[in-house]
């Protein structure tokens, strides 16, 4: 859901908060050696059974070595960045998760109901303690909570401004919130639950309830999580997991190769393309990711027209080739598979003539500065955005920021670079956080009354059919009348595992370790 931050996440929060880790700082080198968006599964859900979950009839193996490019600093259950995420799904657990197909389905709950339009009420598991030795208990949920909502560095505060969560006995939480919100179990399942007492500290060593528990870390070296013995569900099978730091990415895949690392996560397209090049299978899946380019209306773009001739300059089929065919063409500015995707919108056509006879005809062939903002790493795009922009009578700048830097700097270009990450599986939250009237991820002083009313109206419509068409509706605004960006592709995520590896992954990223074998 919001922006980018590198990884397939912001979507998980922000424009520039997590899109697409693997798709910056793509290098050179050479090697030696339709689901229509998230299930709540009606009102009520109770579990039918506690059978554990496969791979509990496979053999035990020793060791599983997984190797990253860089260390990351705490372990905080509250972080969106997929490279802190990848790790703590491994040693904490939600009360609900989504499944391969964004179905919400029971984790540390064991059942949940809708009491009202604006409460849930969930029955917590019994028999399930923290690696700890502390058994679980509702005030530890709500204390999880209460960190996801305030802490002053949680990802997860704009989630939670409206909502409270109230304990009930040892194993139920009540939550509520202020207006009806058919997201809230979707949200939900980014909630890592931990001990209360934990609550309030700026950082803790980890301790969830998850199969793996955490045993040290060298820093940019490895970190070693090891198998809990009292997990409560079937024991996975890997006793062991070292998290390997390799900065250099040759040597990381040499050692990928030489069978020293079993499983490479969140690649990107160049060391896919060349991985490939030496018969490993890639595992390539679609993510709720797109991005685009930005229109800034306050500057030369308020005339919609010459919004038209920036989007024509550019043909879908030559950006894809950027991100090396891993992805999709993206048609709009929501991902395919997320509520709100409609399948009869379709951005402008690429055609260059009739973009240039659109400059040459309002700017009276002078030539239009226009100036643009790009990832490093993207420095082949944005040649041949300024090569077609320049063609059609465009005088384009181009310059390169670290995407986490863009968003500062958003409102000194005319078009810049940016992308989201639909993982609640929703349009809404993208419309809501970067559509809307200064919203908090609106970088292009873009404003539209129908669409805020539009937005304001969706805050509080359950029925899905209403709501589809809510969504569907803003789309249309933003990408057939108010021409608000360039949609340019939906990357996939990319995945590298040795031959007798097996694992899956969702389209948000998440790589449960248990499942693995």
Do not use: C
């Not at 990711?289 to 919609?304: C, D």
């Not at 891993?326 to 500015?333: D, H, N």
């Not at 990357?491 to 007798?500: E, I, R, S, T, Y």
């Amino acid at each position: 859901m919001r922006a980018l931050k590198i990884i397939a996440v912001l979507g998980f929060l922000g424009l520039f908060g997590l899109v697409s880790v693997q798709l910056f700082f793509p290098e050179s080198f050479s090697l030696s050696a339709p689901f229509s968006g998230p299930s709540t599964q009606g009102n009520f859900f109770q579990e039918t059974s506690d059978a554990p979950a496969d791979p509990a009839s496979l053999n035990s193996r020793p060791l599983l070595t997984v190797g990253f490019g860089t260390d990351i600093g705490q372990l905080e259950p509250t972080s969106l960045d997929p490279l802190v995420r990848f790790r703590t799904n491994q040693m904490y657990e939600p009360l609900v998760r989504f499944d391969d197909r964004l179905r919400v389905t029971p984790v540390l709950a064991k059942s949940w109901g809708r009491i009202s339009d604006t409460e849930f009420e969930f029955q917590i598991r019994n028999n399930v303690r923290f690696h700890s030795g502390k058994p679980l208990t509702a005030d530890d949920v709500v204390a999880s909570f209460s960190r996801a909502k305030n802490f002053v560095s949680s990802d997860l505060k704009s989630f939670f401004q409206d909502v409270q969560m109230t304990a009930f006995g040892d194993d139920r939480v009540r939550v509520m919130t202020a207006r009806p919100d058919s997201l809230l179990l979707s949200k939900m399942t980014f909630v890592l639950i931990f001990p209360a007492e934990f609550a309030e500290n700026e950082s803790f060593a980890p301790n969830g309830t998850g199969p793996y528990r955490f045993v040290s870390s060298k820093k940019n070296e490895e970190s070693m999580l090891k198998r809990f013995d009292d997990y409560w569900r079937a024991a996975p099978v890997f006793d062991r997991i070292v998290l390997q730091i390799i900065p250099e990415t040759k040597k990381r895949l040499e050692a990928f190769l030489s069978g020293e690392i079993d499983f490479l996560p969140f690649i990107n397209p160049s060391q896919a393309q060349e991985l490939e090049r030496r018969n490993v299978k890639i595992i390539s899946v679609p993510s709720f990711e797109t991005h685009f380019l930005v229109f800034n209306t306050t500057a030369r773009f308020q005339n919609p027209r010459f919004r038209q001739a920036v989007i024509r300059t550019l043909d879908p089929d030559v950006l894809l080739t950027f991100i090396k065919g891993y992805g999709k063409k993206a048609s709009q500015f929501v991902s395919r598979g997320v509520f709100g995707f409609s399948s009869t919108l379709v951005r402008e056509s690429y055609d260059l003539d009739s973009a240039r006879s659109i400059v040459q005809r309002l700017f009276n062939f002078q030539r239009l500065p226009i100036s643009i903002a790009l990832p490093v790493g993207f420095q082949d795009m944005g040649s041949y955005i300024q090569q077609q922009l320049d063609a059609a009578g465009f005088a384009p700048t181009v310059s390169y920021f670290h995407p986490e830097e863009i968003a500062s700097k958003a409102k000194e270009f005319d078009l810049f670079f940016s992308g989201w990450n639909f993982n609640l599986g929703d349009s809404f939250d993208f419309f809501e956080q970067a559509a809307t009237t200064n919203a908090p991820e609106n970088y292009s002083s873009y404003s539209n009354a129908e669409l805020d009313s539009l937005v304001q109206k969706g805050r509080v419509t359950a029925a899905a059919e209403d709501r589809l068409a809510i969504l569907q509706r803003i789309s249309q605004i933003l990408l057939k009348e108010d021409l608000y960006g360039v949609p340019l592709f939906e990357p996939n995520l990319l995945f590298a595992g040795a031959p007798d590896f097996h694992f899956t992954s969702s389209s948000d990223g998440t790589v449960l370790l248990s499942h693995a074998y």
